[in-house]
């Protein structure tokens, strides 16, 4: 490799940009170091900029209503005071302790700080900062779940200084700003709230664990590596100092990556569509059966079947569980020429629906679509469908009992099922293979291991991952003479992936990211 044109310039020249490199977010230090740095600045400028982190704030953590028990929780350096003014001895004979035993969960009554009234008969905890879920000092109070239990105690807290009431996500921001969780676990933590299937219960609880965010930095390190070489260059010039042959090894690393990140950004966008639901339609000719489908798989009369074509004309759309897998179900309006204007928008959106689904079904009546050829009984297409069949359409042959003995011999799709949804006969095979379809083109497989688990489970994640990307190639296709531009997209290709953990500064992200959340989280 030829050595750099200027390695470094001039000694002064070389640390002026050392100290410039230092300012910059991208830091070659050890990546933790840089993260914690970053984070304790960041708590730093909102103790200055604001009193967000001095308040204490506090909510109801548990869905407001009558039952056994709700949380209230309580989360800031007042908490610590809350728990004096408000949590009492459980019985009168019992000595007040000066302070609580931490972690421990012990039986009180709460009372009014003014009054000193029993507001109800409960359970507290403190969790003493840094070790609690927001690195704050933290108290919970078990109670009573009822109206008037709830806003007594809300109300008390309401009147102790410094305390108000909590906005939404403001738990979660804290742990965030505590360096507690990154942006990865905060959106594995919503993601697990709003979890209605196994599957997506299995990757939000990953994803909140830290996977997603020691897979994401485990990308970053690598990047700071090939940077820390590039400067090293750049410093002390190849050939002199350092050995030969490091800005091979560095090249070597960021290809190596960037096959890395292709990877995962060719996956079919399956933890997306796995957190948002696997968008199928069911689509095929008038009285097909789609309705009655659409009722087979949700187990109820949801959508109106009759024997007149054309029954469907607006979208109906149910999420369900298919096999543990989120499907959000649309039936659609049969397709064919019409002259009805509302059937005729009805026959549009179905098009529609079918081109933006993850997948689609088409379904058939058999005794209609079965064509006799001298090679046997084949199946028709009827040609308003035909634009909407692909490689990936799966088909079901439905009214089977219609058909006579007389079955295809040859299937329109690689996956083709028959089955009669009026008797049943074949509708247990069919929901099993098709759930098992469906697992194969979506689902983690069975064993659980990292490899299997999507790295990208929001919209977000691919954008950065994608920048990262383009920013590696500027690197490969920068000439090797020129190493300080070589440098300069490493650091934004580092800078991208810190975006998606969130310890690059993304002050816009972070409010999207938060207020999805509910109060009390
Ligand atoms: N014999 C028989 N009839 C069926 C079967 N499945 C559905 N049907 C009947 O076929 C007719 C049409 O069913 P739908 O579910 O309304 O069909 P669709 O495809 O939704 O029809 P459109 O909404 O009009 O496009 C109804 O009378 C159903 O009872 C089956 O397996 N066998
Ligand atoms: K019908
Ligand atoms: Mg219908």
């Known amino acids: 490799m030829q050595k750099p044109k200027d390695p470094g310039g001039t000694k002064a020249k070389g640390l002026s940009r050392m100290n410039w490199y230092r300012d910059s977010s991208v830091s070659v230090q050890h990546p933790g170091q840089g993260h914690r740095a970053k984070l304790e600045d960041k708590v730093q400028k909102e103790l200055v900029s604001s009193d967000a982190q001095r308040r204490t704030i506090y909510a109801l953590s548990t869905p407001p209503g009558k039952a056994g028990v709700a949380v209230v929780r309580i989360s800031g350096p007042d908490a610590l005071n809350a728990w004096t003014a408000m949590v009492k001895p459980h019985s009168s004979t019992k ?13 009180c009554r709460v009372t009014d700080p003014k009054t000193g009234d029993v507001l109800d008969d409960g359970l507290a905890v403190f969790f003493r900062g840094p070790k609690s879920f927001t690195t704050q000092d933290v108290l919970e109070l078990h109670i009573h779940s009822g109206r008037a239990i709830i806003s ?32 990865t676990q905060v959106e594995g933590l919503k993601d697990l709230i709003n979890a209605e299937t196994d599957s997506q219960r299995r990757i939000a609880l990953k994803t909140a664990e830290g996977d997603t965010r020691a897979r994401f930095e485990e990308l970053r390190a690598s990047i700071i590596k090939s940077l820390a070489m590039i400067e090293a260059i750049i410093d002390f010039g190849e050939g002199e100092d350092i050995e030969e042959g490091v800005y091979e090894q560095a090249r070597e690393r960021v290809t190596k990556l960037h096959g890395t990140i292709m990877h995962h950004l060719s996956d079919n966008r399956r933890g997306e569509i796995l957190r948002s639901g696997i968008r199928l339609a069911i689509f095929g000719p008038p009285n097909a059966g789609k309705s009655t489908l659409l009722n087979f798989l ?28 989120p499907v959000v179900v649309a039936d659609t309006a049969g397709l064919r020429q019409t002259d009805d204007l509302v059937e005729s928008i009805g026959v549009e959106r179905a098009r529609k629906a079918v081109k933006e689904s993850d997948v689609s079904l088409c379904v058939l009546s058999l005794p209609d679509a079965i064509l006799d050829t ?7 297409i009827p040609p ?35 089955a009669s949804l009026n008797t049943g006969e074949g509708t247990e095979k069919f929901l099993d293979n098709f759930a098992a379809a469906l697992r194969e083109r979506y689902d983690l497989s069975d064993d659980q291991s990292t490899q299997y688990t999507p790295l990208i489970t929001h919209a ?62």
């Open 95 to 107: 000595r007040q302790k000066s302070h609580p035993e931490p972690w421990k969960l012990e039986r």
């Open 152 to 183: 007594s105690v809300l109300a008390s807290l309401s009147r102790l200084p410094g305390c108000r009431p909590a906005e939404a996500g403001e738990f979660t921001r804290r742990a965030f700003e505590g360096g507690r969780l990154d942006l």
């Open 298 to 325: 949700a187990q109820r009369d949801a959508a109106i079947v009759t024997a007149v074509p054309g029954t469907t004309r607006d979208i109906l759309e149910l999420s369900l569980d298919i096999g543990g897998l």
């Open 374 to 380: 001298a090679d046997g009984p084949r199946i028709q």
């Open 384 to 418: 308003s469908l035909e634009s909407l069949i692909t490689p990936n359409t799966l088909f079901l042959l439905n009214k089977a009992d219609l058909s006579g003995s007389a079955l295809p011999v040859r299937t329109p799709g690689a996956k083709t099922w028959v």
């Open 460 to 521: 977000r994640h691919r954008t950065h991952l994608e920048s990262a990307l383009r920013f590696l190639e500027a690197f490969l296709d920068t000439p090797s003479d020129d190493v300080v531009l070589a440098a300069e997209e490493l650091r934004y290709a580092a800078q991208a992936i810190g975006k998606v953990s969130g310890l690059i500064d993304v002050e816009d992200v972070l409010d999207s990211v938060f207020r999805d959340f509910c109060i009390g989280k």
